[in-house]
């Protein structure tokens, strides 16, 4: 394998990303993203949940368990938080963890201080990222958002499940402690108000500046992401991959029909939606009717350009099966590591794509239009679908895909547009199916669905 990826290039350190903050401050959902972006570039995470270890010993506690006078709630608080770390430290020892992330309120120097010998120990960089929020109202949003449906609460009437995490609340606030001078020392990050403010000190190792920049990007502003190929192209119709062909007449046709399908998909009213498109032509044509009909904003990226495939341009598929045998049957073996000679892999197409997850995250609403391979990479992003998984991923033509983030997990509907196109989806060992006129043929219909 020759690729390289941010993980490689960085130093040999392990980091232990400690999340600190009153409940209900998001730990959970920015451990979860960092978690599934580490994932995507291909480096090993783990998240170590403090709450899910307690839920052994004491599965739906009131808020008296969490009064720092409970002496029976604070030992086996303690305890948890203990298995959780052993269970760290053991996943570290085993050798092939990289970053892992402690998400609990971690909520006193002297907890931190217990953290930080522990991992100062092992040999593993400990950062502090700590997310205050004082906003009554978004609290309140969360806890009914998230709190009221946790395990802690199954079963249970949610107006008294939400005064009850109130009061767990109240309960850490006695002996909350903010990050201070007192902790100069210390690599951490502090998140003010959902990223309003950002205070970052003492970070070393460039994994490390990566993760702040992804977690400081984070925001929770209700929104979504449609991602569409472009309109059948020329080459699309004759079965060869690359290049930078015009669309086909029933391209075109979907190009007219994508505002419509963009309605259709639900377009809250006044929403600002930006347009992005690779540099190539099936994609700016694609988007064309959108941008004239819509006004919306539009920008093209290079990043955004199809898998280059090197020698292989212009070939079909039976082309290249004939001149490259070996090849092809290297790129079956391992689609994701393969690399086109003078072009790039899968792995090389996820590494030129992160300033556009950055940039995504950053956003609000956007419409991606470009190429197979590149929504599969992007799609695997937002889905949490396995490297060895993506590159063989369904992506048809003439089809709108709605991606809308939620708390814990992003919701997918699928559009379909009534417009046949040919199929280049190609399984495993087989030649392309480009005959196929049936765009519609065993996919998934209409439908929301919420992944994890
Ligand atoms: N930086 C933030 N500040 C405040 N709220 C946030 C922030 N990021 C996400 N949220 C919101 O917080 C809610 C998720 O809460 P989450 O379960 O992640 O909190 P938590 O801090 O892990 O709580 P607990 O300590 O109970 O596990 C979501 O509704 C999410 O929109």
């Given at each position: 394998m020759s690729a390289v990826n941010f993980a490689t290039q960085s130093d040999d350190s392990k980091i232990c990303v400690v999340m600190v903050g009153l409940p209900a401050r998001g730990k959970s959902l920015i451990a979860g993203k960092a978690m599934r972006y580490l994932g995507w570039v291909g480096i090993s995470a783990r998240v170590f949940n403090v709450g899910s270890y307690r839920r052994f010993s004491t599965p739906q506690p009131q808020a008296?368990?969490?009064?720092?006078?409970n002496e029976e709630g604070e030992r086996m608080r303690r305890a948890a938080a203990e298995a959780a770390m052993a269970d760290m430290l053991q996943w570290f020892n085993a050798g092939k963890g990289v970053v892992a992330i402690l998400d609990?309120?971690?909520?006193?120097k002297e907890r931190r201080k217990w953290i930080y010998e522990k991992c100062h120990e092992a040999g593993i960089e400990a950062l502090f990222v700590e997310s205050i929020c004082d906003d009554e109202d978004l609290i309140m949003t969360n806890i009914k958002e998230v709190k009221t449906t946790s395990p802690d609460y199954k079963g249970q009437d949610p107006e008294v499940a939400a005064l009850d995490f109130r009061n767990r609340i109240r309960n850490y606030e006695k002996v909350y402690e903010t990050i201070d001078d007192d902790e100069k020392n210390y690599t951490y990050v502090k998140l003010i108000n959902v990223g309003s403010t950002v205070i970052i000190n003492q970070i070393k190792d460039y994994l490390s500046s990566r993760l702040v920049y992804y977690i400081q990007n984070i925001h929770i502003k209700p929104r979504s992401i449609w991602l569409s190929r472009h309109g059948e192209s020329e080459f699309n119709l004759t079965g060869r991959i690359g290049g930078d062909s015009n669309i086909s007449e029933r391209g075109e046709a979907y190009a007219r029909a994508l505002p419509e399908l963009m309605r259709k998909s639900g377009v809250p009213e006044n929403t600002k939606i930006v347009i992005w498109t690779s540099t190539l032509r099936r994609t700016i044509q694609s988007a064309r009717h959108l941008k004239a009909e819509t006004g919306y904003e539009k920008l093209e990226w290079k990043a955004l350009d199809e898998l280059d495939s090197g020698v292989c341009d212009g070939l079909t598929y039976e082309q290249i099966a004939e001149k490259y045998p070996e090849d092809f049957a290297a790129r079956d073996e391992d689609k994701y590591n393969y690399r086109y000679r003078g072009g790039e892999s899968y792995r090389d197409v996820v590494i030129r794509l992160e300033p556009i997850i950055m940039e995504l995250e950053r956003s609000e609403n956007v419409i991606i239009v470009t190429h197979q391979a590149v929504l599969r990479c992007i799609y695997a992003y937002f889905m949490n679908v396995p490297q060895e998984q993506s590159p063989w991923m369904e992506v048809p033509l003439h089809t709108l895909i709605k991606l809308t983030p939620r708390a814990y997990g992003t919701e997918e509907q699928r559009f379909k547009a009534n417009i046949p196109a040919v199929s280049t989806w190609r399984g495993k060992g087989t030649s392309a199916r480009h005959q196929d006129f049936h765009a519609a043929e065993g996919e998934k219909g209409e439908g929301t669905e919420t992944k994890h």
């Open positions: 008296a368990f969490f009064d720092p006078h609990a309120t971690n909520s006193t």
